[in-house]
């Protein structure tokens, strides 16, 4: 039994776009206290950033159309330890944002319905969400990538119609922008490092390239496609925001996109504006949770991890990784403690610095080391793009560990702990049973 090529461009596009897309409701309050209005100018240079990344994923994705992508592209060329680290990191980042995006739907309801919901009760609904979630997950890729699609149309009209309805009403005031900096130039630089999580979503096309009726050479076009939506998805939505409400009224004012539409336009605007936002959780989740399966199915079938993990059932999804992920997402739930956003959200970040670095160092170690092998798509610049790309994932990595305080360096330090229990565990496996861990990684085709 094999995955199912299902996913044509645009349900590949709307997958990683809408994982992309985060919950702005809950957001855009904590956005806005970073750095004031030059939150714009943080995404622009954050996706910008992204896009020579996205090109040299472009690339070995076209070299290396296998199911797993990172996974794949670091094994080739770095090897099983390289590959199960960096994995790791990569697995960090999908669970911990599977966990923020539960969280997030339940300061939502919180918002609307519950004002008086406590921390663990919000904790408990969403650990039983992610198990509705893992269950649904068990089903057909096609059911899920189409509710995926609608969804993400659905959170895009309502965005665009917000901003239309915004930017008509005489309160909309471009003055409220100055100053672009009001925390100065430091704040608006941890704001930059910061902003890099909330473009973590687009290189899960690689993971679906098994599944994908939609030319490997040409996944290049939805993963700088999808960044470039978003720059302008996030821009316009923070400046619009923003324009409504000076700096310090938006810091007292909790949900501002629902708030300020409630107060011009009714109820009716707020409860449309939590259905955009719940469609863009729900989309990110579907997206994360089904990335973060496909990179264990792939390291079991590549026997760094037990075989099982490469076991599909008879809808052709991956099952016991489905699981797993539902596993780790329960662990960071119950983690998150009461500083919950910002934990979770830097941890997602730290997770993607690690995971854009290794593999764009995996795309100059390709090159060199496989030079014959067939490149469908080559990115524009070659091994300098590589190089920015290196740069780029460096610099988020470098300025998100900036951030880090005590209880972050202990949540990071446990979970890779955990992980050197799981490493020590498989070494000792596949010195027990070798037959059960020969290395089975799919490489390029020589021209």
Same mark, same amino acid.
């Given at each position: 039994m094999k995955l199912n090529r299902v996913l044509g461009s645009w349900y590949l596009f709307a997958m990683a776009t809408a994982a992309i897309i985060g919950p702005w409701l809950v957001m855009m309050q904590w956005w806005i206290s970073l750095t004031g209005p030059s939150i714009a100018l943080a995404f622009t240079i954050v996706g910008l950033m992204c896009i020579p990344i996205g090109l040299v994923y472009g690339e070995m994705t076209a070299m290396l159309p296998f199911v797993g992508g990172p996974f794949v592209f670091i094994q080739n060329a770095f090897g099983k330890e390289a590959a199960f680290w960096t994995s790791w990191s990569l697995l960090l980042s999908y669970t911990t944002v599977l966990a923020f995006q539960l969280m997030c739907l339940m300061d939502i309801v919180k918002y609307l319905w519950w004002p008086e919901m406590g921390l663990y009760t919000m904790m408990l609904i969403a650990a039983a969400l992610a198990i509705i979630f893992a269950i649904l997950n068990s089903r057909e890729l096609i059911i899920s990538a189409t509710a995926q699609f609608?969804?993400?149309?659905?959170?895009?009209?309502?965005?665009?119609?917000?901003?239309?309805?915004?930017?008509?009403?005489?309160?909309?005031?471009?003055?409220?922008?100055?100053?672009?900096?009001?925390?100065?130039?430091?704040?608006?630089?941890?704001?930059?490092?910061?902003?890099?999580?909330?473009?973590?979503?687009?290189?899960?096309?690689?993971?679906?390239?098994?599944?994908?009726?939609?030319?490997?050479?040409?996944?290049?076009?939805?993963?700088?496609?999808?960044?470039?939506?978003?720059?302008?998805?996030?821009?316009?939505?923070?400046?619009?925001?923003?324009?409504?409400?000076?700096?310090?009224?938006?810091?007292?004012?909790?949900?501002?996109?629902?708030?300020?539409?409630?107060?011009?336009?009714?109820?009716?605007?707020?409860?449309?504006?939590?259905? *955009? %936002?719940?469609?863009? @959780? =729900?989309?990110? &989740?579907?997206?994360?949770? #089904?990335? $973060?399966?496909?990179? !264990?199915?792939?390291?079991?079938?590549?026997?760094?991890?037990?075989?099982?993990?490469?076991?599909?059932?008879?809808?052709?999804?991956?099952?016991? *990784? %489905?699981?797993?992920? @539902? =596993?780790?997402? &329960?662990?960071?739930?119950? #983690?998150? $403690?009461?500083?919950? !956003?910002?934990?979770?959200?830097?941890?997602?970040?730290?997770?993607?610095?690690?995971?854009?670095?290794?593999?764009?160092?995996?795309?100059?170690k390709l090159r060199s080391k496989y030079p014959k092998w067939k490149r469908p798509w080559k990115t524009p610049g070659g091994t300098a793009t590589g190089v920015l790309a290196v740069i780029c994932g460096l610099l988020m990595a470098y300025y998100t560990f900036k951030y880090f305080d005590t209880m972050l360096w202990e949540l990071f330090g446990l979970y890779y702990v955990i992980g050197l229990v799981v490493w020590l565990f498989l070494r000792y496996e596949r010195g027990k049973y070798p037959e059960e861990y020969v290395i089975n990684v799919p490489t390029g085709t020589e021209e």
């Open positions: 609608i969804m993400f149309i659905v959170l895009v009209a309502i965005a665009i119609t917000i901003v239309v309805l915004f930017v008509a009403d005489p309160s909309f005031n471009t003055a409220n922008w100055h100053p672009f900096f009001p925390l100065g130039r430091d704040a608006f630089i941890t704001a930059t490092a910061l902003m890099v999580t909330m473009f973590f979503g687009f290189e899960i096309i690689p993971q679906f390239a098994e599944e994908a009726a939609y030319p490997a050479e040409k996944h290049w076009r939805l993963l700088v496609g999808s960044v470039l939506f978003c720059i302008v998805f996030y821009g316009g939505l923070c400046l619009v925001n923003h324009a409504m409400l000076p700096f310090d009224q938006i810091l007292e004012t909790p949900m501002v996109s629902a708030t300020i539409a409630g107060e011009l336009y009714g109820t009716w605007a707020q409860y449309a504006i939590a259905i *955009a %936002n719940f469609c863009a @959780l =729900a989309t990110c &989740l579907n997206g994360f949770w #089904l990335a $973060g399966s496909r990179l !264990l199915y792939s390291m079991g079938r590549s026997r760094i991890l037990p075989k099982q993990f490469a076991s599909i059932n008879k809808s052709h999804v991956p099952h016991l *990784a %489905n699981w797993a992920i @539902l =596993a780790i997402t &329960l662990f960071f739930i119950a #983690l998150s $403690g009461t500083e919950w !956003l910002a934990y979770l959200f830097t941890l997602m970040a730290i997770g993607v610095g690690i995971t854009y670095t290794i593999s764009s160092l995996s795309f100059l």
